[in-house]
């Protein structure tokens, strides 16, 4: 009977570390994708002596104006001055600032116009005529309640003592403090609540009926409360009764 052994990795022929390849990272075709690809360029080969003659393209001569950078034309403003033009009088008639009356222009939409006053010429008197002189006219006075367009203050008269039968010949007559009402408060501030008492009301005697603890139901109020659930227990039924057997007619 032959002895197996375990196998040994260095007995086993297998391809070599040559014999594997990873893609290239030099140019785009084949190009390992787990590596970034720079930029490629490509050279163009030197043209043939034949294009020259073909192609007969100006040299370096060309002119670039002064007002080109590499950013676009210069944009600083450029002026020219012209000669003064002669004037042509049967031609151009440029009105003067006199020639316009913008007072004149009638109202344009809802442009308001101010009010416009005539003054008349003054009146010719006669000599026959009977015009008063200034000192005919007199203003009126300002005082007294008596003035039209003037406000006038409170006017206050004095009166003289009374002689006979006034409060100093005669005190008696004179009012003293019980002569006078005092005003309520809540005619002329705001009125406070008032509050009544009442007696004491009068205990329930002995002959009052009165109601018991029994007297009241409270598992039947069902007005402002939620009603419980009501269930009904029936009689058990023997299964050795004979059932009811009646005989319909036709």
Request: charged share 15%; with cysteine.
């Given at each position: 009977m032959e002895k197996k052994y375990p196998p040994i990795a260095g007995k086993e022929k297998g391809p070599g570390p040559g014999r594997y390849g990873l893609p290239p990272t030099i140019g785009f075709i084949g190009h390992d994708f787990t590596k970034a690809a720079s930029p490629a360029y490509s050279f163009h080969g030197s043209m043939s002596t034949k294009m020259y003659h073909v192609d007969s393209s100006p040299g370096p001569q060309y002119h670039v104006s002064a007002k080109f950078t590499r950013f676009g034309k210069d944009?600083?403003?450029?002026?020219?001055?012209l000669g003064r033009r002669k004037l042509q009088k049967e031609l151009c008639h440029t009105p003067g600032?006199?020639?316009?009356?913008?007072?004149?222009?009638?109202?344009?939409?809802?442009?308001?116009?101010p009010p416009s006053y005539t003054m008349g010429a003054r009146t010719h008197y006669r000599s026959v005529d009977q015009v008063p002189a200034p000192n005919k006219y007199s203003l009126p006075p300002l005082l007294g309640p008596h003035i039209p367009n003037?406000?006038?203050?409170?006017n206050y008269t004095m009166s003289g003592s009374y002689s006979t039968g006034g409060a100093s010949v005669d005190l008696a007559k004179t009012p003293g403090p019980c002569g006078?009402?005092?005003?309520?408060?809540?005619?002329?501030?705001?009125?406070?609540?008032?509050f009544s008492i009442l007696g004491r009301p009068?205990?329930?005697?002995?002959?009052?009926e009165r109601p018991g603890p029994g007297a009241y139901n409270p598992e039947k109020v069902t007005v402002h409360k939620a009603r419980a659930p009501a269930f009904s227990m029936g009689i058990r039924h023997s299964d050795f009764v004979t059932p009811l057997v009646v005989s319909v007619s036709d």
């Open positions: 944009g600083t403003p450029s002026y020219s001055m600032p006199g020639a316009y009356s913008p007072e004149k222009a009638p109202p344009c939409g809802l442009q308001r116009t003037k406000p006038a203050s409170a006078y009402n005092c005003t309520a408060p809540s005619v002329y501030l705001s009125r406070q609540p008032a009068g205990l329930p005697r002995d002959g009052t």
